[in-house]
């Protein structure tokens, strides 16, 4: 009897732990979901339950891949109100709405259901999407509530971005705050219906990025977004909806959009299941020309061009000086102005190859002809510009702008007919009015860095020519000559600015000069880099910072201002960065704490993108080579800028490896092979970033790092706690109690991938800027190089030359001979 009993024991054990290990993917009235359980959906590819974010300490209730082991959750119900505690539950009330109940029995979160049934039941299906319905009624338009109506910051396959026009619902993306914290951020992703509807990201209320309207075949603003072997989209507005989505072409692949707040960015990922990580498809913004209306009314951004922004055919600069000085937020004007009593003196400019210009000043009409839309326009004195609004079979529809054209770019394929309104000149009043500024390039392909922007600069702009002395701004290779013009302040103007270079306008100081905070007469606050006169090797440097920056334009790279040169002074004006440089914060102890890890997150993120543009994404090829702390500012926000491109060097579109004998940079920063053999390529800054990365994380300075044994230097401390399996000791003691741990260790991670000794083991940028965004598994550090001291591996002289807004003692080494 005992026997029987104890095998009816066990069999009811083992059942037990059977029916509770068995996946479930429903739950109803009967049957809460508590902590420590989860559903999973029927072919076990999604996953809910309770988790904590990061080093959160709360819970919160989330969806996630259950299918692949890097945990990506793509769904969050409590975003904003975290519950504490074990005891929490999500149920069904007695109403039939989906509930989440704290431990203390509070709502923390519900879900209202738009009718009542008999039977509710909560059910996670394989698209990731959560509902809840009938128990006996499966068609999704029955569906009493389901989360794909409201995304967190991932879009999924099948769900729809836009809005239900019935109900007034709108599905909008918004990305997490960090890692630590899903509630939402500013930073968001959605459809407006203002005007004609196009798709648009905001930070905060203001358009960060437009994508523009749905053409028929894509956005207008995406002409790149074709038939592709990963997914399908389309587009529906009728008078009920209005939304986008897409689905996969294969089921075997995996996909999500994410929005990312710490970079700024919407991110397309595939899952690579060789890599066993997510990689980056495609991400938006692209350059600085998708900055929303980055040039202004009636402004044209052409990414090729230097600068990037020109005015349309027929207009002009409304404010010249700011224009020159590349500030062109307030626009263009027409050069010749109309009136509508003269209509029959009125015409079009067709330009091609657009991204179409805001829509929400605009009327559409989709039956019309492009002949009908056009006299539509001229017949409407409000009517400013016009275009087909689906170019599917040589085009259809009328759409027709009103106001001022804003946010328009030129693509170098695809893009948009624009028809812009102007007066027919008379005969004897006709202008050239080309649809492109063509750019000036020097002939010698060892000179393209020197193409330069030809500036207007009224009378505070002088041209010089290319000449013998020491003083002009000669690019010279092989005896190639080209006469180049530049945005040049009269010495007086710079003088008064700075209150004649007063000790108190002083901002820093190094081998090549002194920098002075300045106002102009505009207001405008800048920097004035003044080279000493007494600086042999000044000038080249001076010349090649011009050459380089000139050309460049990113939001984390310093902005050129203008030049100066009269005489012996020779003089760079900047953009004024109010917080000085990023290592007067991290190496000071008490303003270290403003820096708390969201904000050197984000620099570490911006230096990271501004190194992406300068190898990859600029039309020049650029190695920084003298990446430091110092040379990082900080606007007023902490937002990074890269500055001082004296050092850079450029390179051909199939060039991987310069070598050079005269070894520029700063000790602590350079990489071996640089150091030592005068090897230097995008993998030399991707070290110099290595080492930026772990001073950021822990406020300490790899050169002159103190430690009992002085023969190590703060990346042979990072290495020893890494092998020790310790890594967070490196962490700054001033961010020690926040809930920051997670994001810190993965950066010590991709930094220690960033230093490794061989230049084949690091990661480009364009992969550390992946792995920065993304929750991927990373690859295992392989002993990094050390430059020690101690060792002396460096021979010669070394010369100080501090850099723009400095305060260390870095010391950058020119001249030197490689053993």
Known sequence: MKKVLLMFVLTKILLFFLCTSTAIDSISQFKPLSVGNTLVSEEGTFELGFFRPGRAADLYLGIWYKSIPVKTVVWVANRGKPVKGNSSVLHINSEGNLELVNHNGVVAWSANSTKKVQNPIVQLLNSG?????????????????????????????????????????????????????????????????????????????????RGGHWNGLGFS?????????????????????????????????????????????????????????????ASVPRDNCDSYNICGSNGNCVIGDSPVCHCLSGFKPRFPKHWDMMDWTQGCFLSEEWNCEER??????????????????????????????????????????????????????????????????????????????????????????????????????????????????????????????????????????????????????????????????????????????????DGQEI?????????????????????????????????????????????????????????????????AKILDWSKRFNIICGVARGLLYLHQDSRLRIIHRDLKASNVLLDHEFNPKISDFGMARTFG????????????????????????????????????????????????????????????????????????????????SCMENSSVLSGALRCIHISLLCVQQHPEDRPNMSTVVVMLSSESSLPQPKEPGFLMEKEKIFLGAESSTKHLFSSTNDISLTMLEPR
């Open 129 to 209: 999407n959560l509902v809840v319905r009938d128990e006996g009624d499966q068609d999704p338009e029955s569906y009493l509530w389901q989360s794909f109506d409201y995304p967190s910051d991932t879009l999924l396959p099948g769900m729809k971005l836009g809005w239900d026009l019935r109900t007034g619902l709108e599905r909008r993306v918004s990305a997490w705050k960090n890692w630590d914290d899903p509630s939402p951020g500013d930073f968001s992703w959605g459809i407006s219906l203002e005007g004609f509807p196009q798709v648009m990201m905001w930070k905060g209320s203001k358009v960060f990025y």
């Open 221 to 281: 603003g995406a002409p790149e977004l074709k038939a592709n072997p990963v997914f399908e989209f389309k587009f529906v507005s009728n008078e009920n909806e209005v939304y986008y989505t897409y689905s996969l072409t294969n089921e075997s692949i995996i996909s999500r959009i994410v929005m990312n707040q710490s970079i700024s960015t919407r991110q397309r990922y595939i899952w690579i299941e060789d890599a066993q990580a997510w990689r980056i498809y």
């Open 344 to 521: 029959k003196k009125h015409g079009f400019v067709k330009f091609n190859q657009l991204k179409a210009p805001d829509t929400s000043n605009s009327w559409v009409n989709e039956s019309m002809s492009l002949t009908e839309c056009r006299d539509k326009c001229l017949a409407n004195c409000s009517c400013n510009a016009y275009a087909n609004t689906d170019v599917r079979g040589g085009g259809k529809g009328c759409l027709m702008w009103f106001g001022d054209l804003r946010d328009i770019r030129e693509f170098s394929a695809g893009g948009w007919d624009l028809y812009v309104r102007t007066k027919i000149l008379e005969s004897g009043e006709k202008k050239n009015y080309n649809m492109k500024v063509v750019a000036v390039v020097l002939t010698t392909a060892a000179v393209v860095a020197a193409i330069l922007a030809l500036y207007q600069f009224g009378k505070r702009m002088k041209k010089f020519r290319a000449c013998e002395s020491s003083n002009s701004l000669i690019v010279d290779n092989n005896k190639d000559e080209e006469e180049l013009e530049l945005p040049f302040f009269d010495q007086a103007a710079i003088t008064k600015a700075t209150n004649g270079f007063s000790i108190n306008n002083k901002l820093g100081e190094g081998g090549f000069g002194t920098v002075y905070m300045g106002t102009l007469a």
């Open 527 to 591: 920097a004035v880099k003044r080279l000493s006169q007494s600086s042999g090797q000044g000038f080249n440097e001076f010349k090649n910072e011009v050459i380089l920056i000139a050309k460049l334009q990113h939001r984390n790279l310093v902005k050129l201002v203008g030049c100066c040169i009269e005489g012996e002074e020779k003089m760079l004006i900047y953009e004024y960065m109010p917080n000085k440089s990023l290592d007067s914060f991290i190496f000071d102890q008490a303003k």
């Open 653 to 732: 579109g199939d060039q991987i490896e310069g070598n050079t004998k005269r070894v520029v940079g700063t000790y602590g920063y350079m990489a071996p092979e640089y150091a030592i053999y005068g090897l230097f390529s995008v993998k030399s800054d991707v070290f110099s970033f290595g080492v930026l990365m772990l001073e950021i994380v822990s406020g300490k300075k790899n050169r002159g790092f103190s430690h009992s044994n002085n023969s190590i230097n703060l990346i042979g401390q990072a290495w020893r706690f890494w092998k020790e399996t310790r890594p967070l000791d490196l962490l700054d």
